[in-house]
């Protein structure tokens, strides 16, 4: 069952993202619904973490699993097709989320009771309603023109 429409985020925002998850080499991010791979993709190549994205949509995750291939990034990047609420989390050090404020009130349970303390998440336009951000960042994807405008919320565990 889809939760959330995919959109992809932009590259200059899934770095934003990224950054603002503090994330550093060996660590692991979940990148939940995770479509066509970029932030799994990206925190192996630029930030030498390992990575696990899930996504439900079968077309997006051969596409994900085509690109982590042509990168040579097999052994960093695991996509998997599963549905979200199905994934253990508990090895997380980072989730990435860009679903829906409705779809993170769904999640919101399970992030409660598998992170780790200290697992840092950061969503992508859409707050998780019951928690209170540690930082909130309007991310300007093309300052010179003044948008498009995003909005990151970082939570800790």
Known sequence: MYIAPYVASPLPVVHQMLILAELSKNETVYDLGCGDGRVAIMAAEEFGATAVGVELRDDLVKKALNRVSELGLDSMVKIVQQDLFDVDLGQADVVTLYLTTSA??????????????????????????????????????????????????????
Do not use: A, M, Q
């Open 104 to 157: 993170n009130e769904r999640i919101r349970p399970k992030l409660e009771s598998e992170l780790k303390p200290g697992t840092r998440v950061v969503s992508h336009d859409y707050e998780i309603l019951g928690w209170k951000p540690t930082k909130i960042d309007s991310f300007c994807e093309n300052p010179r023109l003044g948008y498009p405008s995003h909005t990151l919320y970082v939570y800790h565990r």
